[in-house]
């Protein structure tokens, strides 16, 4: 039987129960984050399951007196422990993925598996066993807003109806078949629609988020150090990469894209209002972003130039940004959306929660930790290029 903690309390006033919690991808950039709250702030017990766990060995070793976390060295894919798992605890939180867009296009038979058929079995013990299912999916699901579609002197295109993107009315638009970016999209917006079918039919516990460009420190890997030569990692630690390397920022098609950015632990701070108010929270899809830290991508290589020459003490580059073609710089089906701003009245109604850390805030401190973490490495790597 579940404990109670005295003193802490809920949204309704009722006391929270310590529960046991399987958090499969704890050991990447958001489990990472969400199992440090879980040790610091609460008295759940933490199932963490991954195939890796550098960005958690130090909340693993030494061992915790209290047992409160261990780690499960598996993959999803073919081990028969999982399910055990899924049974020993109360709620499962899915955050296993492929979720770097280099991958879409050019991995999509990854993509899809990775998104759609490996997350099948997690549904499928959790609404068999009676268990709360919490699935991370994404913003992409979303795709193209409505006003990417009027010209772009259109004054609709101004008009929020057609570009705030809102969980329970927004349609689903994805490009053709052929630009495979899509197979991300397409493979999560799948699994939503099945969890919500177990909800409906078979009375699964569950809720739904879609990050809204989640950054932060231990954030993907930067290419070379931490991750491969030719990996491609998302925009922020590709602009941070180059940045540590003195080279320009890449600009894919002129970096036009506009996006919203929130800081992690802004991020987790609602992800754990999910945990402890099941109440409100299952049966909801959450939007979880900052709509306030809206810029395009040029001028998020323009703020991170600016911000990293302030932590580094580095002068900025005379030249700090170049453009790439999409095709060049992604491969071939490559294809995306013109914005993505969250509609916060679901989760603001549910949980209260709203973020507040501007993006000037969040790329302080993430830079800070890049240049402090990546910076000798870096160095080191310059200048012995034939070691690297």
């Given at each position: 039987m579940a404990s109670t903690v005295e003193g802490r309390l809920d949204l309704d006033g009722n006391p929270i129960k310590a529960i046991k919690i399987c958090i499969i991808g704890a050991g990447g950039f958001i489990g990472s984050h969400l199992c440090e709250k879980l040790m610091a702030e609460t008295p759940h017990t933490v199932f963490a399951v991954d195939v890796y766990n550098d960005k958690i060995k130090h909340l693993l070793e030494p061992p915790r007196a209290d047992g409160r976390i261990q780690f499960h060295r598996l993959n999803i894919k073919n081990d028969s422990r999982l399910e055990g798992i899924v049974k020993l605890c109360d709620l499962t939180i899915n955050l296993a993925a492929i979720c770097t867009p280099?991958?879409?296009?050019?991995?999509?038979?990854?993509?899809?598996?990775?998104?759609f058929i490996d997350?099948?079995?997690?549904?499928?013990?959790?609404?068999?066993?009676?268990?709360?299912?919490?699935?991370?999916?994404?913003?992409?699901?979303?795709?193209?807003?409505?006003?990417?579609?009027?010209?772009?002197?259109?004054?609709?295109?101004?008009?929020?109806?057609?570009?705030?993107?809102?969980?329970?009315?927004?349609?689903?638009?994805?490009?053709?078949?052929?630009?495979?970016?899509?197979?991300?999209?397409?493979?999560?917006?799948?699994?939503?629609?099945?969890?919500?079918?177990?909800?409906?039919?078979?009375?699964?516990?569950?809720?739904?988020?879609?990050?809204?460009?989640?950054i932060g420190p231990r954030m993907d890997f930067i290419p070379g150090i931490d991750g491969p030569s030719e990996g491609v990692p998302r925009v922020l630690a590709c602009f941070s990469n180059n940045l540590l390397r003195r080279e320009p920022l890449k600009l894919v098609d002129g970096g036009e894209s506009q996006r919203t950015f929130i800081y992690i632990k802004d991020a987790i701070e609602a992800v754990l209002l999910m945990i402890e108010n099941?109440?409100?929270?299952?049966?909801?899809?959450?939007n979880v972003g900052n709509p306030n830290n809206e810029v395009s991508v040029r001028q998020l290589a323009e703020m991170m130039t600016q911000v990293y020459s302030k932590v580094s003490g580095e002068p900025p580059l005379e030249v700090p940004t170049i453009d790439v073609s999409s095709k060049v710089f992604y491969g071939e089906g490559y294809d995306d959306s013109d914005r993505r701003i969250p509609d916060m009245t679901i989760i603001n109604k549910q949980l209260g929660w709203n973020p507040n850390t501007s993006l000037w805030d969040l790329l302080d401190s993430t830079l800070t930790y890049q240049?402090?973490?990546?910076?000798?490495?870096i160095k080191k790597t310059l200048a012995n290029p034939t070691t690297s």
């Amino acid at each position: 039987m579940a404990s109670t903690v005295e003193g802490r309390l809920d949204l309704d006033g009722n006391p929270i129960k310590a529960i046991k919690i399987c958090i499969i991808g704890a050991g990447g950039f958001i489990g990472s984050h969400l199992c440090e709250k879980l040790m610091a702030e609460t008295p759940h017990t933490v199932f963490a399951v991954d195939v890796y766990n550098d960005k958690i060995k130090h909340l693993l070793e030494p061992p915790r007196a209290d047992g409160r976390i261990q780690f499960h060295r598996l993959n999803i894919k073919n081990d028969s422990r999982l399910e055990g798992i899924v049974k020993l605890c109360d709620l499962t939180i899915n955050l296993a993925a492929i979720c770097t867009p280099a991958d879409y296009n050019t991995r999509p038979l990854d993509t899809i598996y990775s998104n759609f058929i490996d997350a099948l079995p997690v549904v499928k013990f959790c609404s068999e066993n009676g268990k709360r299912l919490i699935h991370f999916s994404t913003c992409e699901i979303y795709g193209k807003t409505v006003g990417s579609f009027l010209p772009k002197d259109h004054p609709l295109r101004q008009d929020p109806d057609f570009y705030v993107l809102k969980e329970d009315a927004s349609p689903c638009i994805f490009g053709p078949i052929e630009k495979q970016r899509w197979s991300y999209a397409c493979a999560k917006q799948l699994i939503e629609r099945l969890i919500y079918a177990e909800g409906a039919e078979n009375g699964l516990e569950f809720t739904i988020v879609r990050p809204f460009n989640w950054i932060g420190p231990r954030m993907d890997f930067i290419p070379g150090i931490d991750g491969p030569s030719e990996g491609v990692p998302r925009v922020l630690a590709c602009f941070s990469n180059n940045l540590l390397r003195r080279e320009p920022l890449k600009l894919v098609d002129g970096g036009e894209s506009q996006r919203t950015f929130i800081y992690i632990k802004d991020a987790i701070e609602a992800v754990l209002l999910m945990i402890e108010n099941p109440s409100r929270a299952n049966g909801q899809i959450f939007n979880v972003g900052n709509p306030n830290n809206e810029v395009s991508v040029r001028q998020l290589a323009e703020m991170m130039t600016q911000v990293y020459s302030k932590v580094s003490g580095e002068p900025p580059l005379e030249v700090p940004t170049i453009d790439v073609s999409s095709k060049v710089f992604y491969g071939e089906g490559y294809d995306d959306s013109d914005r993505r701003i969250p509609d916060m009245t679901i989760i603001n109604k549910q949980l209260g929660w709203n973020p507040n850390t501007s993006l000037w805030d969040l790329l302080d401190s993430t830079l800070t930790y890049q240049h402090r973490t990546y910076a000798e490495a870096i160095k080191k790597t310059l200048a012995n290029p034939t070691t690297s």
